[in-house]
């Protein structure tokens, strides 16, 4: 759909990329010890830009609250990531990570300042 | 992801082709494993086929590096194409794996 509304090609590979890393997060750890739940997707793209959210209804997770990991330092293996590297990768796919939760709703949304011009 | 392997002199080579993703770092992490477990701790990963890599596949390479390591040996990589090595950068996680551009030239230098 991205493709579609005439997105950079180069840019869709990276959001692709964030919402495949958003929606894994979703299946590994919202609904953890939950009956399983939705997992939306909504794509938004108007004059300021493109908003592309994922939702679910688990448990609440502001990614905005979790420090950056420290640099992994070569010379001590217990600073080489296994995970937690997903977040760094959604948020270098566009400008802001903004997360909202209301009643039981999660919806965390990656904003790209990519305003739509309407045609003349 | 198809996972192809060769040794030379003590040094497992392993080619890995398709898509390093949530959906194959589980066989991937355990077959890596199984090699260092069964004492092929050098090992050199062929990457020129891989066309996408996500965070859950490459929690799977460190996984195998620090076991690697912990027995003497080492897991580097090769053959990165150019949005693969944006990705293991942007993670910071070339300051952690010894990359060289060919395979080939991985497996000499873990060779010695």
Same mark, same amino acid.
């Given at each position: 759909? @991205?493709t579609?509304?005439?997105?950079?090609?180069?840019?869709?590979?990276?959001?692709? &990329?964030?919402?495949?890393?958003?929606?894994?997060?979703?299946?590994?750890?919202?609904y953890?010890?939950?009956s399983?739940?939705? @997992?939306? @997707?909504?794509?938004?793209w108007?004059?300021t830009? /493109?908003?592309?959210?994922?939702?679910?209804?688990?448990?609440?997770f502001?990614?905005?609250l979790v420090?950056?990991?420290?640099?992994?330092?070569?010379?001590?293996?217990?600073?080489?990531?296994?995970?937690?590297?997903?977040? &760094?990768?959604?948020?270098?796919a566009?400008?802001?990570?903004?997360?909202?939760?209301?009643?039981?709703?999660?919806?965390?949304?990656?904003?790209?300042? /990519?305003?739509?011009?309407?045609p003349? | 992801?198809?996972?192809?392997?060769? *040794?030379?002199?003590?040094?497992?080579?392993?080619?890995?082709?398709?898509?390093? *993703?949530?959906?194959?770092?589980?066989n991937?992490?355990?077959?890596?494993?199984?090699?260092?477990?069964?004492?092929?701790?050098?090992?050199?990963?062929?990457?020129?086929?891989?066309?996408?890599?996500?965070?859950?596949?490459?929690?799977a390479?460190?996984?195998?590096?620090?076991?690697?390591?912990?027995?003497?040996?080492?897991?580097v990589?090769?053959?990165?194409?150019?949005?693969v090595?944006?990705?293991?950068?942007?993670?910071?996680l070339?300051?952690?794996?010894?990359?060289y551009g060919?395979?080939?030239?991985?497996?000499?230098?873990?060779?010695?």
């Amino acid at each position: 759909m @991205l493709t579609e509304w005439g997105l950079p090609s180069d840019r869709v590979a990276a959001w692709e &990329m964030a919402v495949s890393e958003l929606t894994t997060n979703v299946f590994r750890h919202s609904y953890k010890n939950l009956s399983p739940g939705v @997992l939306g @997707l909504s794509l938004n793209w108007d004059d300021t830009g /493109l908003t592309i959210s994922v939702i679910d209804e688990g448990h609440p997770f502001d990614p905005n609250l979790v420090p950056p990991p420290p640099d992994p330092d070569p010379a001590d293996p217990r600073t080489w990531p296994e995970g937690g590297m997903g977040l &760094m990768m959604v948020r270098s796919a566009g400008d802001d990570l903004r997360y909202a939760s209301t009643g039981k709703r999660n919806v965390l949304s990656l904003f790209t300042a /990519l305003p739509r011009v309407s045609p003349a | 992801m198809k996972l192809q392997t060769r *040794d030379t002199a003590g040094v497992r080579i392993v080619v890995l082709a398709g898509a390093l *993703d949530a959906g194959s770092a589980g066989n991937v992490r355990q077959e890596l494993g199984g090699f260092v477990k069964s004492g092929n701790v050098r090992l050199a990963l062929d990457l020129a086929a891989v066309d996408r890599i996500d965070s859950t596949g490459l929690g799977a390479l460190v996984t195998t590096l620090k076991a690697a390591r912990d027995k003497g040996g080492d897991l580097v990589l090769a053959g990165l194409t150019p949005s693969v090595r944006a990705i293991v950068e942007l993670t910071r996680l070339h300051r952690v794996f010894e990359i060289y551009g060919t395979v080939d030239s991985a497996a000499k230098e873990l060779e010695r």
